[in-house]
C-alpha cells in the first residue's frame, strides 16, 4: 500500500531553522499534488504548503508564506519543507500528503497522509 514517511522534525530554538523530508512509497508520485499539513493538540489540521505535479507551483497557507519553501525531487519521490525563523506557535506535528491530480480546496481532500513528525520550538 500507499506509504509516507516524513523526518527531520525535533526540538530547535526559535530562530532558527529545520527541513522536513518525506519520502513516497508505492505511490504515482507525478500525479499527485504534493502538501504539508501541521497539528497541534485540539485544533484542526492546518494546510501549509503544496507544490504542483513538476514543481513548478508552490502554494502556501498566510501562517508560513515567506518563511517555509515547499519543494519535490519526482526523481527520489520526496518533497521537503524547509522551515526558516521558527517561532514557538510552529510547534506542531507535521504531516505530508499527497492529493490526487489537483491541489487542495480550502485543505480537504487529502488521499494519503504520513504518519507524522513532531517539531518543537523552544523560546
Known amino acids: 500500500q500507499v506509504q509516507l514517511v516524513e523526518s527531520g522534525g525535533g526540538l530547535v530554538q526559535a530562530g532558527t531553522s529545520l527541513r522536513l523530508s518525506c519520502a513516497a512509497w508505492?505511490?504515482?508520485?507525478?500525479?499527485?499534488?504534493m502538501g504539508w499539513f501541521r497539528q497541534v493538540p485540539g485544533k484542526e489540521r492546518e494546510f501549509l504548503a503544496s507544490?504542483?505535479?513538476?514543481?513548478?507551483?508552490?502554494y502556501y497557507g498566510d501562517s508560513v508564506k515567506g518563511r517555509f519553501t515547499i519543494s519535490r525531487d519526482n526523481y527520489a519521490k520526496k518533497i521537503y519543507l524547509q522551515m526558516n525563523d521558527l517561532k514557538p506557535e510552529d510547534t506542531a506535528i507535521y504531516y505530508c500528503?499527497?492529493?490526487?491530480?489537483?491541489?487542495?480546496?480550502?485543505?480537504?481532500?487529502?488521499?494519503?497522509w504520513g504518519q507524522g513528525t513532531q517539531v518543537t520550538v523552544s523560546s
Open positions: 508505492r505511490l504515482d508520485f507525478t500525479s499527485h499534488f
Open positions: 507544490v504542483n505535479f513538476d514543481g513548478g507551483l508552490t
Open positions: 500528503a499527497a492529493k490526487y491530480m489537483g491541489n487542495w480546496d480550502r485543505g480537504q481532500g487529502t488521499d494519503y
